[in-house]
């Protein structure tokens, strides 16, 4: 079985910076497809990021193109978040996931086989 584990998550004031990481641990585990999406009380898990194997691809949400950047270290089994420019509205639990064996770049939530427990993000005004 492989595990996620999100790091990285705080309070900062709008305009601010955080960087996210999700690190994958377990068996012998490399080749996924991976992914970052976030939750706020009372809404819908929503896609943030995304990025194929081995990290030729990314995609991201329309709310977040321009300040957020995936990117991913295979020899650390780690992937990243690097957010910018933070707003208010990005504040929710943020979600890493791993589709294993898969290597095209997956937004739907449903593609993927394995979740962290979230980290928690919390942009102040």
């Known amino acids: 079985q492989v595990q996620l584990v999100e790091s990285g998550g705080g309070l900062v004031q709008a305009g601010g910076s955080l960087r996210l990481s999700c690190a994958a641990s377990?068996?012998?585990?490399?080749?996924?497809?991976m992914g970052w999406f976030r939750q706020s009380p009372g809404k819908e898990r929503e896609f943030v990021a995304a990025?194929?194997?081995?990290?030729?691809?990314?995609s991201y949400a329309d709310s977040v193109k321009g300040r957020f950047t995936i990117s991913r270290d295979n020899a650390k089994n780690t992937m990243y978040l690097q957010m910018n420019s933070l707003k208010p509205e990005d504040t929710a639990v943020y979600y890493c996931?791993?589709?294993?064996?898969?290597?095209?770049?997956?937004?739907?939530?449903?593609?993927?086989?394995?979740w962290g427990q979230g980290t928690q993000v919390t942009v102040s005004s």
């Open positions: 996931a791993a589709a294993r064996l898969a290597f095209r770049i997956i937004t739907n939530p449903s593609g993927y086989d394995y």
């Open positions: 377990g068996r012998t585990f490399s080749t996924a497809a």
């Open positions: 990025i194929s194997w081995p990290g030729g691809s990314t």
